[in-house]
């Protein structure tokens, strides 16, 4: 029989720095869970993204273990890194801050493309090139 899952967590971590102060050890923590176990494997795996924040699921199981999931970095950080900007517009809509090529948003569309809501390429640059203009960032043609 499948272990009864207790927990959905999400967490946005520094890739190859988790420690177990905050977030990671509040948050595993309070589900009672052994940080050790989470930290250093996590830390193994997102090495070579050192300095990039990803995000992190971890499913808490009710037998206090868990299993854990690394998303990479979030669409945000990787357009932020394409335009060269250090953060999106206060004022989207009116305010620009920047440019991205739509082979830059493929790349992105590419990276992604297992966690976005798109049955193809063309629809997954099109949820890049929607984030990209809620940040201010113009998609060019």
């Not at 494997?41 to 199981?61: C, R, S, W």
């Amino acid at each position: 029989m499948a272990k009864k899952i207790i927990g959905n967590l999400k967490l946005r971590i520094p890739a190859g720095r988790a420690t177990a102060g905050p977030p990671v050890g509040s948050t595993l923590g309070q589900w009672g869970l052994n940080m050790m176990d989470f930290i250093n494997p996590f830390n193994e795996a997102t090495k070579d993204l050192m300095g990039k924040d990803v995000i992190v699921h971890i499913q808490v199981y009710e037998d206090r273990t868990f299993t854990w999931n690394c998303l990479g970095q979030p669409v945000d950080d990787l357009i932020r890194d394409a335009a060269k900007i250090q953060k999106g517009s206060g004022v989207p809509h009116t305010d620009k801050v920047g440019k991205i090529t739509r082979a830059q948003a493929e790349e992105i569309a590419k990276a992604k493309m297992d966690q976005l809501n798109a049955n193809d390429l063309d629809a997954a640059v099109k949820v890049i090139a929607g984030t990209a203009r809620s940040m201010g960032v113009e998609v060019e043609k």
